[in-house]
């Protein structure tokens, strides 16, 4: 299906159109932060996901000489209650009527998902915009969104002698293994039930969106993985990157988590010091992470407290498409 605006068509994205979104998107990036934010390696995997069908997810607004003006994307899957929508106009394109006719077209098509989410649950549509992004936040809040939640990108230097990690007694790095994948994916699992916005998804598509997420990517590195144990079971975890966006200077902490069991023991500051030293050795000279600003954990508290600094900051937004119950983490279980 296409789609006419006053300046563009708008129609599924392909492979072909990769480039243009690339150079549309690190446009804006540099606009807002003064340095690119993808790499075309890196979206290639985005667009690969097994989540994204470009057929129906994506939309491309072109322009009449066959210029590509701006892109927009909609994450959704089971059990469908929380819609993830991503989407750029080219700086010098604004104006023309192109992101909103990109936003209405999002909205249609997460509406078309309603009736998927279980019954009386809350269905809502997220997006996120820089901080300071004036033009975004303008047309998020004429849509109808609130301003929710706010992230942070934090970085530190990993130049000079670094900390040692003490460890908890009875607790101790093993090395990671593909067996231990599925146990992992259950202890980040479980502990990401106290992170704010959190869905439950059934195991089966979970555990395949995060193995290719996670072993697939381009700067994939077992050894990267440092999975702590209190004698069988998994203490906490932190799964690291040499890489980020293509910067081979700046290695990436994905993935921090401690079960509850083991929390308040330090052991989350032990296995940061611990990649950060071995980040280090692999011969990166930064580290960086994103947060939750408001993190129910804390998250944000220790990692000042090791030395990370914010880099980066954006605000997420959301709209109620459908009232109801919420199924996602709001606040701390006991």
Known sequence: MTVQTTAAMLRPACM?????????????????????ELTLESYTEEWRDPALNLDTNTRVAVLPDGTIAGCVEVWSSAPYVDHWVWGRVHPSLRG??????????????VAEYVEQAPPEAQVTLTAASASGHQPTIDLMID?????????????????????????PAGVALRPFTSEQHLALYRAIDEIWHDHWGYVETPEDEGYALWLHRMTQARDYDPSLWFVAYAGGEIAG?????????????????????????????????????HAFGELQRRGCTRVGLGVDAESLTGATRLYKKVGLQPVQSSVTFSKIVRSG????????SD
């Open 16 to 36: 072909a159109d990769l480039p243009a979104v690339v150079d549309i998107a690190n446009a804006c990036a540099r606009e807002t932060d003064g340095r690119d």
């Open 96 to 109: 023309q009527g192109i992101g909103t006719a990109l936003m209405d077209w999002a909205e249609a098509r």
């Open 143 to 167: 849509r109808g969104f609130v301003a929710i939640r706010h992230s942070l990108q934090m970085e530190r230097s990993l130049a000079g002698e670094l900390p040692t990690p003490a460890w």
């Open 237 to 273: 975890a932190v799964l690291c990157y040499p890489a980020h966006s293509g910067d081979t200077s700046l290695g990436w902490v994905s993935r921090l988590g401690v079960r509850r069991p083991w929390r308040k023991q330090r052991l989350a500051q032990a296995l940061l010091y």
């Open 325 to 332: 119950a919420a199924l996602t983490t709001e606040a701390l």
